[in-house]
């Protein structure tokens, strides 16, 4: 059974930096985080294979998010969501997501349908 534990989100001031964390338990292929603002739709934000360095990033936050996992052959892993030049459009919780199937397909990666495995969310705000 795939578990996924958020944290290190905070409230910071625009253009500070946060890095995201994601404890995760079992296996899995693929891994991506989500964010999610009051009164919007979650959506994909980046992603990335759980054993290889393959990312994928909204354009919304490219050049400014990098994600990154420890890449090991091992039953836990940690994923994490590196913050830069943050926005107050940039507040929401954010929440890590997994599958046990390998996205090889751009347009999957950051749908929403395609992870059955998600964490509680950590919250992130961006004042002005």
């Known amino acids: 059974r795939v578990q996924l534990v958020e944290s290190g989100g905070a409230s910071v001031q625009a253009g500070g930096s946060l890095r995201l964390s994601c404890n995760v338990s079992?296996?899995?292929?693929?891994m991506a985080w989500f964010r999610q603002a009051p009164g919007k739709e979650r959506e994909g934000v980046a992603a990335?294979?759980?054993?290889?360095?393959?990312?994928?990033?909204?354009n919304s936050v490219k050049g400014r998010f990098t994600i990154s996992a420890d890449n090991a052959e091992k039953s836990t892993n940690t994923l994490y969501l590196q913050m830069n030049g943050l926005k107050p459009e940039d507040t929401a919780m954010y929440y890590c997501?997994?599958?046990?199937?390998?996205?090889?397909?751009?347009?999957?990666?950051?749908?929403?349908?395609?992870?059955?495995?998600w964490g509680q969310g950590t919250q992130v705000t961006v004042s002005s």
């Open positions: 997501a997994a599958t046990l199937m390998l996205l090889t397909t751009d347009s999957l990666r950051l749908l929403r349908d395609s992870y059955e495995y």
């Open positions: 079992g296996y899995t292929f693929s």
């Open positions: 990335i294979y759980t054993r290889g360095d393959s990312t994928y990033y909204a």
